[in-house]
């Protein structure tokens, strides 16, 4: 059975860097399938945002509103896939998902999430 | 980015009845949309993809349909455990996936 599970920092400074790493079980992550890895953000009591993904290859994708702050890798021998996210605010503030999603970017399988708060 | 309008953002339906939710996108997607379901204090679960297609395991009194700009989900015969918030999902325009904001369903 599929899982993920999120982990990283839940305390981070403004003007800092938010890191979140996704360790998945159950499949691996570089097997294709056309399955790719994927990071979305809940901010306390609001709705879903994408932040973006990365395919077995390597290759990545971000959502445009957060494109410059974003970089999201893979370590296909840890299996595990992770989120960096430079010069954060208290808007940055949210609960992290990371997910999995097939090719028709529809998302059938998520970690728990992981709070991260940006605070001084 | 296309944007996803949610309407109601909160409906309150006794146990049986039927709840319908709307979804409109600010562009056409298609038929490539996706419902999820949020219960308090867990993740997001697919439960209805390409506009109408029931992901597996999910009970079948929950439909889906539409096309283009509009789409509705359907709970036909609402359970105490279907208390939650749904999101669409439009999945046509990529690299900017988008959610609609969400709709609370209660019991009354």
């Known amino acids: 059975q599929l899982q993920l599970q999120e982990a990283g920092s839940g305390l981070v400074k403004p003007s800092q860097t938010l890191s979140l790493t996704c360790t998945v079980s159950g499949a691996s992550i570089n097997s294709g399938g056309g399955f790719s890895w994927h990071w979305i953000r809940q901010p306390p009591g609001k709705g879903l945002e994408w932040i973006g993904h990365?395919?077995?290859?390597?290759?990545?994708y971000y959502n445009p509103s957060l494109k410059s702050r974003v970089t999201i890798s893979g370590d296909w021998s840890k299996n595990q896939f992770s989120l960096s996210l430079i010069s954060v605010t208290a808007a940055d503030t949210a609960l992290y998902y990371c997910?999995?999603?097939?090719?028709?970017?529809?998302?059938?399988?998520w970690g728990q999430g992981r709070l991260v708060t940006v605070s001084s | 980015d296309i944007q996803m309008t949610q309407s109601p953002s909160s409906v309150s339906a006794s146990v049986g009845d039927r709840v319908t939710i709307t979804c409109r996108a600010s562009?056409?997607?298609?038929?490539?949309l996706a419902w999820y379901q949020q219960k308090p204090g867990k993740a997001p679960k697919l439960l209805i993809f390409?506009?109408?297609t029931l992901q597996s395991g999910v009970p079948p009194r929950f439909s889906g349909s539409g096309s283009g700009t509009d789409f509705t989900l359907t709970i036909s015969g609402l359970q105490p455990e279907d208390v939650a918030t749904y999101y669409c999902q439009q999945a046509n325009s990529f690299p900017a996936l988008t959610f609609g904001g969400g709709t609370k369903v209660e019991i009354k």
């Open positions: 390409g506009a109408s």
């Open positions: 562009q056409p997607v298609s038929r490539w």
């Open positions: 997910a999995r999603s097939n090719l028709d970017y529809y998302f059938d399988s």
């Open positions: 990365v395919w077995p290859s390597g290759s990545t």
